[in-house]
Nanobody, 123 residues
C-alpha cells in the first residue's frame, strides 16, 4: 500500500482528532502532500497541502486556524491535526501525493491517493 490513512473516528463538536497517512518512501520523500475530504452527497473538497520539506503549507478557508498539516519525512508520514471540530467537518478524509514537490488545491495535481478515513463529528 503506497498511502494509508488512519485516525478517523467519532468525536463531539469542539473535539480533536489527528489523522495520519503512512506512505511508501517512493511516493513521499520528494512530493508535496495534501488532504482532501468528501462529505456524503458532496464533491471532493480540498483541505490542506504541504510542500516536500514541510516549509510551506496552505489551508482551505473553512479549516484555517483549526487544522494543522505537517509531515515527518524520517517516518514517511503525513499528519492532519484537527481541533475545534464542527459537524460540517464530517467526511471521509483522503491523503494524496502530488506529482510535484509542492502541494496544490487541485485534485488533478495528485497522482496517488489513500483509501480514506471517516471522521464523524456529532452535534
Amino acid at each position: 500500500v503506497q498511502l494509508q490513512a488512519s485516525g478517523g473516528g467519532l468525536v463531539q463538536t469542539g473535539g480533536s482528532l489527528r489523522l495520519s497517512c503512512a506512505a511508501s518512501r517512493r511516493v513521499f520523500s520528494n512530493n508535496g502532500m495534501g488532504w482532501f475530504r468528501q462529505a456524503p452527497g458532496k464533491e471532493c473538497e480540498f483541505v490542506a497541502h504541504i510542500n516536500w520539506n514541510g516549509g510551506s503549507t496552505y489551508y482551505a478557508d473553512s479549516v484555517k486556524g483549526r487544522f494543522t498539516i505537517s509531515r515527518d519525512n524520517a517516518k514517511n508520514t503525513l499528519y492532519l491535526q484537527m481541533n475545534s471540530l464542527k459537524p460540517e467537518d464530517t467526511a471521509v478524509y483522503y491523503c494524496a501525493a502530488s506529482r510535484y514537490a509542492y502541494g496544490s488545491s487541485k485534485p488533478d495535481s495528485y497522482v496517488k491517493w489513500g483509501q480514506g478515513t471517516l471522521v464523524t463529528v456529532s452535534s
